[in-house]
């Protein structure tokens, strides 16, 4: 099993940054791929963007593509969501969720979740 915590979010002007952090437990995060994933208000929740187990492929949603890097380290436990040039249409709760499906961007492979962190971009 895998517990995950997410940290990093807050307010953040229009066009600033910041980096998302998502720290597991146990001794097995190195077996899962990992994923970023945002739900704003009165919206499903979305992929943004996922990297394989040993960090040596990533991709992302169309939306996230240029702006945001995901990243791991398998020593820390650790996954981390750059975000630069922030938007206000990039307001929501940011979840980090683990999977064995690397290359899935559907919430329902994805079978442990954080329990979010809220990122607000003011314009």
């Known amino acids: 099993q895998v517990q995950l915590v997410e940290s990093g979010g807050g307010l953040v002007q229009a066009g600033g940054s910041l980096r998302l952090s998502c720290a597991a437990s146990?001794?097995?995060?190195?077996?899962?791929?990992m994923g970023w994933f945002r739900q704003a208000p009165g919206k499903e929740r979305g992929f943004v963007a996922a990297i394989s187990r040993s960090g040596d492929s990533t991709y992302y949603a169309d939306s996230a593509k240029g702006r945001f890097t995901i990243s791991r380290d398998n020593a820390k436990n650790t996954v981390y969501l750059q975000m630069n040039s922030l938007k206000p249409e990039d307001t929501a709760v940011y979840y980090c969720?683990?999977?064995?499906?690397?290359?899935?961007?559907?919430?329902?492979?994805?079978?442990?979740w954080g329990q979010g962190t809220q990122v607000t971009v003011s314009s």
């Open positions: 969720a683990s999977t064995t499906k690397y290359g899935s961007i559907s919430v329902i492979d994805y079978n442990y």
């Open positions: 146990g001794r097995t995060f190195s077996r899962y791929a």
